[in-house]
């Protein structure tokens, strides 16, 4: 019997003896390789954090105590030491087991994350609500240091230092060095600064001194003096300065000392930070060498450490990549801007080629879109690359620094749609409704690969805010015959027929196609729209639609409310009262949309051709 067959239920871990712990991070590490090269996943930052979360699993206790991981995505020992190991053959498969934490998964699961930056928030108001209710569970923020660069953290931790209340905070850093270890005296004074006598006597000489007016001075003092040697031999005093007692840096894969650690400071009632240092993709030695490849990864062969599934076209974030590469020379005043994904939405190859206007500014996508404000309104044509579900956080930039002012800033909006496996924090299913009625704000949607690319050369032209959304996957190619010039607002016909109007909107137009085509084998002709620009309605358009068909059909990849097809519905009611048309809004009524293979959730949802097909029929 291996050492983890022995984890059933959580809590499990503490009747493993001590001499055991080695294997039992050995095997976990075994497990998730075997398990994310059958499903893919999140493996580099999972394997990197095996050590730091059974520490964590030894001091506390599921599901009293509260563990919240900023992100989520290296939550897997977590649900392993929960009870959750059979979970794993379905591991963010639709209807399975979700690759980030689940409140409704398991109890163990106290908060569910999916972005950065928001654990100490979340921690902060379980700490204060464990307050008020006089109740004595710990609490514990996991967070990294890319997830610190959003200012978010900041906020977090000045709140947490004025409310002083018990909350510890694990600073996981596997990548950037905040400061080098100093050795015995980083050792030495992590004992004595988080050891309960330590902190007794030195509130009870605070309060001696501070009872007369010669004492007050001989504290200032000493504090001066304190802090001063501080300064030069604590690091960490960032932190300090905040009011946020400081540990570390401490091994990240030594359990012993880990727990150590985290005993002293679960016993003190105030914030706590600690620095645990781990290597990134540690026991797989592909993983160690590339983390950044492993960080999010397909099924792949663990023998040789190469995805299972060969690419055999482009994806539409290649499309764009190259794309931009031209236009920057064509564009000398064009900018490239990323929130920490430069690989993800391509801008690696524009970074490569011009260094110079190329600008990650980590995950802070705020500060990026207020940034590209101020950049466009210095004459510069800035554009800011950042995936669907994370553009959302930086709403207030968008409409106050951007749109209000009208500033010329292009949008690439990646992971636009459904993004399957990674599930509902990350579908990129809100950016119509989110980015349509913001004034001034232009979108589109391209139908294919070249489309894309004549949208990325309209919009270096266009004056004023500009978005084009596109999804996660390979660049349609179809389609590629009708290739209408693009015109400002005006969409595009690709079939004229009767009866039914199919409009469809940028990744869409794929699966009208095939629409189009089963509706023909009945003998009916629609006619078929590629939208292009969703921000607004074309009248021209809409005015033959409503003349010559009995049926409209809209379908776009985004909720209901605030949709391309809830503009058509408006459109109908003011300017077609008097006809009786039927509209079919194809989009999703969900409000939230769970992990799974786009296919499957596509036809969950009533998407695909073969739903839409059927309510067609039963309509004619």
């Known amino acids: 019997m291996s050492v983890l067959d022995k984890i059933q239920h959580e809590n499990d871990i503490k009747k493993i003896n001590k001499k055991d712990y080695d294997k039992l991070a050995s095997e976990i590490r075994s497990f998730l390789v075997d398990k994310v090269s059958e499903k893919g996943g999140h493996l580099a930052s999972n394997l990197g954090s095996v050590e730091l979360t059974m520490a964590l699993h030894l001091c506390m206790d599921f599901p009293e105590d509260k563990l919240i991981f900023d992100v989520g995505h290296q939550a897997y020992t977590h649900k392993l030491l929960t009870g959750r190991r059979d979970g794993f053959d379905s591991l963010r498969q639709y209807g399975g087991m979700s690759g980030f934490p689940k409140t409704k998964e398991s109890d163990c699961d106290s908060f569910n994350t999916g972005h950065s930056s928001t654990s100490i928030s979340a921690a902060m108001g379980f700490a204060v609500a464990r307050d008020l209710k006089k109740t004595n569970e710990k609490v514990v923020a996991v967070i990294g240091d890319g997830s610190l660069t959003g200012g978010m953290a900041y906020e977090a931790m000045n709140s947490l230092a004025q409310a002083r209340t018990g909350c510890v905070i694990i600073l996981n850093d596997n990548e950037m060095s905040i400061d080098k270890n100093v050795g015995g005296l980083s050792k030495y004074l992590n004992n004595i600064r988080v050891g309960a006598a330590y902190n007794d006597l030195k509130v009870g000489v605070e309060h001696s001194l501070l009872g007369s007016k010669t004492g007050e001075i001989v504290a200032r003092t000493i504090k001066r003096s304190k802090d001063s040697l501080k300064q030069l031999l604590v690091p960490g005093m960032f932190f300090e300065e905040l009011g946020i007692t400081y540990v570390g840096p401490i091994d990240g894969h030594d359990i012993e000392s880990m727990v150590s650690t985290f005993n002293k400071a679960f016993r003190l009632n105030k914030p706590i930070i600690i620095h645990v240092k781990t290597k990134k993709g540690k026991g797989y030695?592909?993983?160690?060498?590339?983390?950044?490849?492993?960080?999010?990864?397909?099924?792949?062969?663990?023998?040789?450490?190469?995805?299972?599934?060969?690419?055999?076209t482009s994806s539409?974030?290649?499309?764009?990549?190259?794309?931009?590469?031209?236009?920057?020379?064509?564009?000398?005043?064009?900018?490239?801007?990323?929130?920490?994904?430069?690989?993800?939405?391509?801008?690696?190859r524009f970074n490569a080629k011009y260094p110079d206007r190329m600008f990650d500014v980590g995950i802070a996508e705020q500060h990026a879109v207020t940034f590209a404000a101020g950049m466009a309104a210095s004459g510069m044509i800035p554009v800011v690359a950042i995936y669907s579900s994370f553009l959302q956080r930086a709403y207030d930039q968008l409409l106050h620094d951007v749109c209000l002012q009208n500033l010329h800033v292009v949008f690439a909006v990646d992971r636009s749609g459904l993004v399957g496996q990674d599930g509902e924090t990350h579908q990129g299913i809100y950016d119509i409704s989110y980015l349509t009625h913001l004034?001034?704000?232009?979108?589109?949607?391209p139908k294919n690969r070249y489309e894309l690319e004549q949208m990325m050369d309209f919009a270096m032209e266009h004056q004023g805010p500009i978005a084009i959304k596109y999804p996660r996957g390979d660049a349609y190619k179809g389609l590629d015959e009708f290739n209408t010039p693009i015109e400002y607002g005006k969409s595009e016909f690709l079939y004229k027929g009767s009866k039914v109007a199919i409009l469809a909107c940028g990744n869409m137009v794929e699966e009208a196609d095939v629409l189009h085509e089963m509706l023909g084998k009945?003998?009916?002709?629609?006619?078929?729209?590629?939208?292009?620009?969703?921000?607004?309605?074309?009248?021209?358009m809409m005015s033959y639609v409503v003349d010559n068909h009995d049926i409209v059909v809209t379908m776009e990849e985004n909720i209901s409310q605030g949709g391309y097809g809830?503009?058509?519905?408006?459109?109908?009611?003011d300017e077609a009262m008097d006809k009786k048309i039927k509209h079919i809004n194809v989009s999703i009524k969900t409000g939230a949309v769970e992990q799974g293979n786009i296919k499957i959730l596509r036809s969950e949802l009533g998407l695909d051709a073969e739903s839409i097909y059927k309510q067609i029929r039963t309509e004619l």
């Open 522 to 540: 009945d003998g009916i002709s629609p006619t078929l729209v590629n939208v292009r620009f969703l921000s607004s309605v074309d009248c021209d």
């Open 285 to 312: 030695r592909y993983a160690e060498k590339h983390p950044d490849y492993f960080h999010g990864i397909s099924p792949f062969d663990k023998e040789t450490g190469r995805e299972l599934t060969k690419k055999t």
């Open 566 to 573: 809830e503009k058509i519905a408006a459109y109908m009611t």
């Open 316 to 348: 539409y974030t290649d499309v764009f990549s190259k794309h931009l590469v031209t236009l920057g020379e064509k564009y000398p005043n064009m900018t490239a801007i990323t929130a920490a994904m430069s690989i993800g939405t391509g801008l690696h």
């Open 439 to 445: 004034p001034g704000m232009t979108v589109m949607a």
